[in-house]
């Protein structure tokens, strides 16, 4: 008797700080929903950070945010795996565990441009081929700047669209522009700080949820914190 047919969850794979969520994440996020076909995309957020200073927001505060700016989008959920660990939070281990508890899926884990840069000097960066395809979120008009290894892993790995990658289960590099909201998470925690009223950061920066969530604890205000 034949074993019952699983699909293939085509799952996309956000990581970051987050400190706090903004418009441009979750432009990202609905963008590759549609642009690369997935069944659903999972925000990671970083709980403890080895490759950047310290974070701005707990996490107990970051998730929050997260929850209040993804609500009213049921194809884009949270990982919160890595806040909740004390170890190092290194994006091979949490990609192995999520593999290993969706033997089913099919993982693309999004990079913003400047992130795939500095690929090469993640923690076991090699081996998350072997886990997901990368996909990098570029910028219209900027260019890489690789070093040699990541360079000739980008040579062999490198696909032309979205459809190439459906035909292998991990391993490939799509690098696809994005119509970029030229927003980060230092822009907006500088905004706060020299806004007494958050309505003018909505809707271009913030979610209205996260501001108002950001004004109720009074998040980023101090300058020390920026």
Not at 27 to 40: F, P, R, V
Not at 45 to 57: D, I, K, Q, Y
Not at 150 to 157: F, M, P, V, Y
Request: charged residues 25%; proline residues 5%.
């Amino acid at each position: 008797m034949n074993e019952p047919f699983e699909p293939v969850l085509e799952l996309g794979l956000m990581g970051g700080m987050f400190d706090p969520v903004h418009q441009g994440h979750l432009g990202i996020a609905l963008t590759s929903l549609e642009k690369l076909q997935l069944n659903a995309i999972r925000l990671l957020p970083c709980g403890n950070p080895v490759h950047r200073s310290g974070l701005f927001a707990s996490s107990q505060h970051r998730l929050a945010m997260l929850k209040l700016a993804v609500e009213d989008y049921p194809d884009i959920g949270i990982d919160d795996r890595e806040c909740k660990s004390e170890d190092p939070s290194y994006t091979q281990k949490s990609l192995q565990n999520i593999k290993q508890e969706m033997p089913n899926a099919r993982l693309y884990f999004i990079m913003g441009q400047d992130a795939f840069n500095n690929f090469n000097s993640w923690y076991r960066w090699r081996d998350i081929f072997s886990l997901a395809h990368i996909i990098v979120a570029a910028r219209p008009g900027y260019e890489l700047n690789l070093e040699k290894d990541l360079q000739a892993e980008l040579n062999s790995r490198m696909v032309s669209s979205e459809e190439n990658l459906k035909q292998t289960e991990n391993g490939k590099i799509l690098i696809t522009e994005y119509d970029y909201l030229d927003i980060s998470s230092s822009m907006v925690r500088q905004a706060v700080q020299r806004h007494k009223s958050l309505a003018g950061l909505v809707p271009e920066l913030l979610p209205e949820k996260v501001a108002q969530y950001i004004q109720t604890h009074k998040l980023y205000a101090r300058e020390a914190d920026i």
